[in-house]
Structure formats: C-alpha cells, structure tokens
C-alpha cells in the first residue's frame, strides 16, 4: 500500500506550480494558489510549515485531485 511522503508547504507549492498554479497572496503562514481554466478559477490553500501533518497532506491531495488528476499527483504525494 502507498505511503504519504513527508513534505514541506514549499514542497507542496512547487509541484502545484508545476501544474499550472501560481501564488497570488500569503497571509501568515498560509499561501493561498490559483489556476484559471476555461474561465474557471481554482483555488487552493496551502500551509507554509517545515512539514505538513499527513492528514494536512491527504486533505491537499483530495482536493487538488479535483483539479488535477490523481494519477498525476500520486507520484508527487505518495511513495511506492
């Protein structure tokens, strides 16, 4: 069974950047990421700390993978 990776907020940031996310604001410790598409606006609220909680990383996973793919993001959040 897959295991969650330990990552950072800035982890996490980077690879929403790599599909297409960009950074419009910080408050705190809170990035807050949007992506247009087709007129839509996605948006997505990451915590910026040395190392998210798992359950912090499933809930990032769970609602990116309304945007994205989830066997596209598998690969980034969880090891084999």
């Known amino acids: 069974m897959p295991k969650i990776k330990n990552l950072s907020g800035k982890e996490v940031v980077r690879i929403l950047e790599s599909f297409g ?5 910080q408050r705190g410790s809170h990035i807050k990421l949007v992506r ?3 007129n839509n606006r996605q ?3 990451i915590p910026n700390h040395k190392e ?3 359950g912090t990383l499933k809930a990032i996973f769970i609602q990116t993978s309304r945007f994205v793919t989830e066997s596209e993001l598998r690969q980034y959040f969880y090891s084999n």
């Not at 996310?21 to 604001?25: E, G, P």
């Open 36 to 38: 247009i598409i087709n």
């Open 52 to 54: 998210l909680d798992k």
């Open 43 to 45: 948006i997505l609220t």
């Open 21 to 25: 996310f960009v950074v419009v604001k």
